[in-house]
């Protein structure tokens, strides 16, 4: 079964408004989380890094207010899409790593944004 | 930051062999990593290296050169479920996974 659930795994919103995303880890402690974009055909681009307890490192050209991340836990990362854009509709998912090596992804979330 | 390049398209028959190959260029080096990923789907582990040599898991196997900063992930057996994209990934020293474009690999009968 899925170790790392992402929630919700589609939703359509109008523009301005804003989505929230959730990612848990189900059966293991992640103090650090990653959240990727994935536009239809291309390859997934790491948009930040969540980190448990502080704040959350951000790629070059990702908007830190637009793009909000909160670890508030060890199992759980959220990232709030805040006024939204059709040009924000896109696949995201998290990931996050047991252990050394086994890096696992959420579901993925389509957000279509109308 | 990395940099990381394999073929954008294989083509394959039923039963074949397939090696996608993957080249790398990065600052700090943690791991390397293939995923499978169907369309709309979130990508699943497939291999992982750190260390030079080959990795063999059932039909998948995936080899790394460090040194020449050169992986590929062989395909024995092929299957019609096979078709998907492949993702070549590297991991920094922040554990941060960095992708590459992903090889769209068509399986044909």
């Known amino acids: 079964g899925a170790v790392v659930s992402q929630h919700p795994s589609w939703v359509i919103c109008k523009s301005g408004t804003s989505v929230k995303i959730e990612c848990r880890s189900l059966d293991f402690q992640a103090t650090t989380m990653f959240w990727y974009r994935q536009f239809p055909k291309q390859s997934l681009m790491l948009m930040a890094t969540?980190?448990?307890?502080?704040?959350?490192?951000?790629e070059q050209g990702v908007e830190k207010d637009k793009f909000l991340i909160n670890h508030a836990s060890l199992t759980l990362s959220t990232l709030t899409v805040t006024s939204a854009h059709p040009e924000d509709s896109s696949f995201y998912i998290c990931s996050a790593f047991r252990g050394n090596t086994e890096a696992f992804f959420g579901q993925g979330t389509r957000l279509t944004v109308v | 930051g990395q940099n990381i390049d394999q073929p954008t398209e294989m083509t394959a028959t039923e039963g074949a062999i397939v090696q996608i190959n993957c080249t790398y260029q990065t600052s700090g080096f943690n791991g390397l990593f293939w995923y499978q990923q169907h369309a709309g789907e979130a990508p699943t582990f497939l291999s992982y290296?750190?260390?030079?040599g080959l990795e063999e898991k059932g039909r998948f196997s995936s080899f790394l050169s460090r040194s020449k900063g050169y992986s590929y992930l062989l395909l024995k057996e092929l299957q019609m479920k096979d078709s998907a994209s492949y993702l070549c990934?590297?991991?920094?020293?922040?554990?941060?996974?960095?992708f590459g474009a992903g090889t769209t690999v068509t399986v044909r009968a």
């Open positions: 969540s980190n448990e307890g502080s704040k959350a490192t951000y």
């Open positions: 290296n750190v260390l030079d």
């Open positions: 990934a590297v991991r920094d020293g922040d554990y941060k996974l960095s």
